[in-house]
């Protein structure tokens, strides 16, 4: 590592490099965001401003040290960026606070258990319980996906009041067929969210993945998080929603009343309501199947 920063430090001949060299590599960090998470070669020589030469060696030691990460025409984060931001993720009180939960939630329910905050129009992994199965799709702290395609976004766009505002302008890309392309749909997904408190979506961001995804509440009673489970839909579908679904939602409700949220008390009316003989409950419903 230190031979890839001395490479990268002889970038200029003057005694300051180093210090000029580390703009230089910020100024190509920030060419990665939320909104652009994998701009190509050209975009970031016309973010950064610099010399095409100068930048696409930058670029490239970057590479190799870990830094970035090169997918066909285009760059991402690398995945040393990743486990060096891990232990500053790992402070965070909601990751610290959810984290066993989220275990006790892919113990439960064998699939990898994730918590989910919101970016503006995307959502980002910051903590995960990784499944045991063999068979399995990966999730990593800081993957980054929009939050009109699959589970956890539909929890978002339920019960943030921002989350809508994010997206208002934004094209909704379809990424499968099962992925929302118009507000109408989408607008039905966000109401069957809210108002069963989950959400199951099978194949909206890749054809083989679904999760089920709910809501956890600070202290104040706002939306602080997603949590929610991912999983290949070879193994599980609509017909384990019922399942999985409320293992789901009470999760949520643990680590919500973890966080320090305290639901408000019900209306006297509402509760002896709650207190009558339930209906005959309809089959759960899910997205995206």
């Not at 909206?204 to 009673?221: F, K, L, M, Q």
Request: aromatic share 6%; net charge negative.
């Amino acid at each position: 590592m230190k031979e890839g920063i001395a490479v990268m430090a002889r970038e200029s001949g003057s005694v300051g490099a180093p210090l000029l060299v580390l703009a230089k590599v910020s100024a190509i960090l920030d060419c990665f965001s939320a909104e652009a998470p994998e701009p190509t070669l050209q975009q970031i020589i016309r973010g950064t401003g610099l010399p095409a030469s100068t930048c696409q060696r930058l670029v490239q030691n970057m590479v190799r040290e870990g830094f970035l990460d090169k997918d066909g025409d285009t760059y991402r984060i690398g995945i040393q960026l990743v486990r060096w931001a891990t232990p500053g993720t790992i402070g965070l009180d909601i990751v610290r606070t959810v984290r066993p939960i989220l275990h006790a939630l892919r113990d439960e329910t064998g699939e990898t258990a994730c918590l989910y905050v919101r970016d503006g129009a995307h959502r980002t992994v910051v903590s995960v319980a990784e499944t045991r199965h063999v068979v399995m799709r990966p999730f990593y702290v800081g993957q980054v996906m929009p939050i009109h395609a699959g589970a956890p976004g539909k929890i978002f766009l339920a019960f943030d009041p921002e989350a809508r505002a994010a997206i208002q302008d934004a094209e909704l890309t379809r990424f499968t067929t099962h992925t929302p392309d118009s507000w109408e749909q989408l607008d039905e997904q966000v109401e069957l969210a809210r108002s069963q408190g989950f959400f199951a979506a099978f194949g909206e961001r890749n054809s083989d993945v679904g999760s089920i995804s709910a809501p956890v509440y600070s202290h104040t009673g706002e939306l602080a998080a997603v949590l929610g489970v991912g999983f290949p839909v070879q193994r599980v579908g609509p017909d384990d929603v019922e399942r999985l679904g409320p293992a789901v939602a009470r999760a949520a409700r643990e680590a919500s009343q973890a966080m320090g949220y305290r639901p408000p008390e019900p209306h006297p009316t509402a509760a002896r309501a709650a207190a009558a003989p339930p209906a005959r409950a309809g089959r759960l419903s899910a997205a995206g199947t």
